[in-house]
């Protein structure tokens, strides 16, 4: 697949972000207490949420590190415990908050995506799902990272 440029990746972003940002608009209030997950950390729909709202400030962090010359995510980094931690530091937030602390913070990760240099793009350092990767592959699974939570809400809600 040819190399996306910065512009289409925060295209991309805005795009998904406006999906995720309905998607979760159109959710009864029973369904956020729905179990999504039944391995792992057994999240519930507004867990996915609020893992998702959180994952919007921790890759625009890692992706800033890579551009200014860091490595990004240290070599072992526990990603599942990291996660645990994160969806803990907002879980009690309300569904509607939640969906606008979402869209602010997409907001800002497509204006910082949007402002990165083609050369950017190709910058490499350690993902801790992906492993050593380019930045443009760190935000297009950012893109994906939405979709496959979303998906799987889809499944089980038999949205």
């Known amino acids: 697949m040819p190399a996306l440029t910065s512009a289409q990746l925060a295209e991309r972003l805005q795009s998904e972000g406006v999906k995720t940002v309905e998607f979760f608009q159109t959710l009864s209030p029973d369904q956020w207490h729905a179990q999504i997950y039944t391995d792992g950390e057994h999240w519930t729909i507004h867990q996915i949420l609020t893992h998702l709202t959180q994952a919007e400030d921790s890759v625009s962090r890692l992706v800033a590190n890579v551009v200014g010359g860091g490595g990004g995510s240290p070599e072992g980094f526990d990603l599942d415990a990291y996660n645990h931690k994160k969806v803990k530091e907002?879980?009690?937030?309300?569904?509607?908050?939640?969906?606008?602390?979402?869209?602010?913070?997409?907001?800002?990760?497509?204006?910082?995506?949007?402002?990165?240099?083609?050369?950017?793009?190709?910058?490499?350092?350690?993902?801790?799902?992906?492993?050593?990767?380019?930045?443009?592959?760190?935000?297009?699974?950012?893109h994906?990272?939405?979709?496959?939570?979303?998906?799987?809400?889809?499944?089980?809600?038999?949205?």
Do not use: W, Y
């Open 90 to 142: 907002l879980e009690a937030q309300s569904p509607d908050a939640l969906i606008a602390e979402f869209e602010s913070r997409r907001t800002r990760t497509v204006s910082f995506v949007g402002k990165l240099k083609e050369e950017d793009l190709q910058k490499v350092g350690r993902h801790a799902f992906l492993g050593v990767t380019t930045v443009e592959e760190m935000l297009k699974t950012m």
């Open 144 to 159: 994906l990272h939405t979709q496959l939570h979303r998906r799987d809400i889809r499944k089980l809600l038999n949205k």
